[in-house]
């Protein structure tokens, strides 16, 4: 079990580190801002069996 994943910003494409609260339970979705570009993307995080899966969506979709 990680509490980082790297990800790709779906504007600018550069790749990201964000942390994964497990704590904070099996649906999570929030937005945050791109390390490289700025512009925020919708974040949604599903953990099924200590295994996160991430989706970015730009946030002006």
């Known amino acids: 079990m990680h509490d980082t994943s ?3 910003c779906p ?3 550069e790749r ?3 942390y994964i609260d497990f704590s904070g339970g099996q649906t999570q ?7 490289v ?3 925020p993307w919708q974040v949604r995080i599903v ?6 899966e991430i989706k970015l ?5």
């Open 6 to 8: 790297v990800v790709q």
């Open 11 to 13: 504007y600018c494409g």
């Open 16 to 18: 990201n580190e964000i």
């Open 29 to 35: 979705s929030y937005v945050e801002d791109c390390q």
């Open 37 to 39: 570009c700025c512009r």
């Open 47 to 52: 953990i099924h069996n200590n295994e996160p």
């Open 57 to 61: 969506a730009r946030s002006d979709e």
